[in-house]
């Protein structure tokens, strides 16, 4: 257990629907990043936050979006939902004496 | 875009024996790291070796570094039915100070 928790567990929305996925960070951590892993692939950095303010983003549209919160903790919204979205989305915390990133046991979202 | 390839893709052996993964990269790392994920659940982190590294031992598990090959292996010794995962390397780029992930390793064990 590495004391992040995500939730939900699943979730299932069709097409053009928004989601809002939420982390809870490890305590001590200040960084939380987000992940989308589509089956059978490694997972793709989607954007950072590190002490409630975007720290790099990787390639994703605008559609996808963050907050990270004065506890640390943090959402990911994803707009106007397209079966593409179809993924594991997992968020990992580290702090500011470390590299390891620490991996909640993510959200399975479907889109239909 | 994956900044790793793990190789192979897949690897099935019996307990008792080693297993052994490799990693490249592509840019300059701060470091590179060993994931494992079980049945698309949440990574863990299995050992963290820094580009002025060379080798590291954590149990069973020994890495390797070659930054001119920009390469790195990954070795589980005497493995187990419960090593079965997927295992991913992660780099930490010079160039962008995040995780990129390679496409990872299935390894599976037979009793």
């Known amino acids: 257990e590495t004391g992040v928790t995500q939730s939900p567990t699943h979730l299932i929305k069709t097409r053009g629907q928004q989601v809002t996925l939420r982390c809870s960070s490890q305590?001590?951590?200040?960084?939380v990043s987000w992940y989308q892993q589509a089956l059978g692939q490694g997972p793709q950095f989607i954007f950072q936050?590190?002490?409630?303010?975007?720290?790099g983003r990787g390639n994703f549209p605008p559609r996808f979006s963050g907050l990270q919160f004065p506890n640390y903790s943090s959402e990911l919204n994803v707009n106007a939902l397209e079966l593409d979205d179809s993924a594991l989305y997992l968020c990992?915390?580290?702090?500011?004496?470390?590299?390891?990133?620490?991996f909640g046991p993510g959200t399975r979202l479907t889109v239909l | 875009s994956q900044q790793g390839e793990e190789d192979p893709q897949a690897l099935s052996i019996q307990e008792g024996e080693n297993a052994t993964m490799n990693c490249s990269y592509k840019?300059?790392?701060?470091?590179l790291q060993w994931y494992r994920q079980n049945s698309g659940r949440g990574l863990v982190h299995l050992i963290l070796?820094?580009?002025?590294?060379r080798e590291k031992h954590s149990g069973r598990l020994r890495v390797t570094l070659d930054t001119s090959k920009k390469s790195s292996s990954l070795l589980i010794t005497a493995s187990r039915a419960a090593d079965t995962a997927s295992y991913f390397c992660?780099?930490?780029?010079?160039?962008?100070?995040?995780?990129?992930f390679g496409t990872g390793t299935r390894l599976q064990v037979f009793p």
């Open positions: 990992a915390s580290s702090g500011s004496d470390t590299d390891t990133q620490y």
């Open positions: 070796i820094r580009s002025n590294e």
């Open positions: 840019t300059s790392i701060n470091n």
């Open positions: 936050y590190y002490r409630e303010e975007e720290n």
């Open positions: 305590s001590g951590h200040n960084t």
């Open positions: 992660a780099t930490d780029a010079v160039v962008t100070d995040k995780l990129i």
